[in-house]
């Protein structure tokens, strides 16, 4: 029995093509969050550089409609430079 | 750096509160949440009823977690996860309608992690937990190796009509080792695909737990597979026998959206062993569809020569990325030398929203 299975692991680390990360869904699913976005989860960056830091109501859910239009064009925003930026 | 500097780093970390300790970007702290509701019927050949549940296979919880650069190639941080349950679907029965919400403990850690792998300490996930629990079908929200996730709490009517004192959680348990606990905890770096972790802990008495485990995408298209062997060792009472338990499981996904696994456990009890196996074959068809058929039997668990059984179908559909909707339809049933007891079905629908 011992000799099979260390020869499925074997077999198993020769024919990954390349590892994934598991993530049991018994978890808070990852992706976005009805309030918190994208994102989401409520982000606060603690120190960060000055473009982490400039993110308006990054570190709370939006309180009105047009603060939530806000930080979509927000993050629309950064999203475009990021992608810019590669 | 020896690891006792990685640790004196660490804790300079934690105890500054300052951003000026921060390297890079900083620190992230993050908060997250779900909520997770649904509507229960059961029958248990003697009452029926509509039980408004929380959906124990992913609670109604909410986390707060910081982690941060301590130094290039060195994070740490801090994990704290809480559940609140009101009506846990495991809990509820036709004695106990209602089951008043309390905080419970989930995560309660601190993390260091490096190329060495990380360690953790406190209140968390033991090196097994979960390992009988691997699952690539897309529809655990509703139904998965654990059955008493919904339903656990019902007790099986004997062909009198009265209620015996043997529910389901009792008979039919995955044995998934021993949860979460204060330990300290240590995974090693994945090597192609594979993780190993052990941890050291304690209960009531000492706990120690080890597991490997694997998730890669094979090659030639053979789709995604993800497997975790565990053994779990808890220290006996005085006068008990200690309470070993070993098995894994594994769960294979086809490019195609057809799954399968399959789980099995073993665990030492006072003269005899207590078994459990778990199959499931399921479709994935498109991101947003999924659907699944299941069947777990447990052997002596709570007696010798018990056999429980259970039949499932589930289904998530995630119309929105935020939100998945979900029903499953499910029997169990018990035979016990000298007894004649009433199967018990379930129907639940329900929603889990993120947020």
Redesign the interface.
Known sequence: MRPLFVAA?VA???????????H??????P??????GAE??????????AS?AAAPSD?AAPRNAAEEREYQEWREWKRRQESGAN | LAAGAQWAALAALLAAGS????QD??????????INRAILHADDGGQTDWFNVDND??ST?F?FDAA?NVRPGLRAGILFEVEYQSNPSNVVNFVTRQASPSLDERHMDIFVNGAWGTARLGQGDGAAN?AA???LS?T??AH?SDTTGVGGGFLYRNSAGVLTTSSITATLANQDFESRYDRLLYQSP?????MAETSWGNKATDVFELAL????????G?G???GALGYSREDAVPGGVDDKILGGSISWLLPSGLNLTFAHTNRDLPGREGKFTYLKAGYKFNPRHAASVDFAQGDDQEAAGDEAKMFGVGYVYTPI????VFGLLKRHDLDRPGASLQDITFAMIGT????
Request: some cysteine.
């Open positions: 692991c198993l680390a020769g024919c990954a093509a390349e590892p994934v990360r598991y049991s869904q018994n978890e808070i699913p992706g976005p969050g009805l309030l918190s989401g989860a409520f982000v606060l960056r603690v120190g960060g550089s982490d570190s | 951003p000026v300790h921060a970007k900083g620190i992230e702290v993050r908060l997250s949440g779900q296979n992913s919880r986390r941060g979960g629990e691997v699952d897309g655990t929200v998965y994945v090597f192609s695909g594979f485990r694997y998730s890669g995408k094979l090659e030639a053979l995604t597979l993800a990325a935020w939100a998945e889990r929203v993120k947020f």
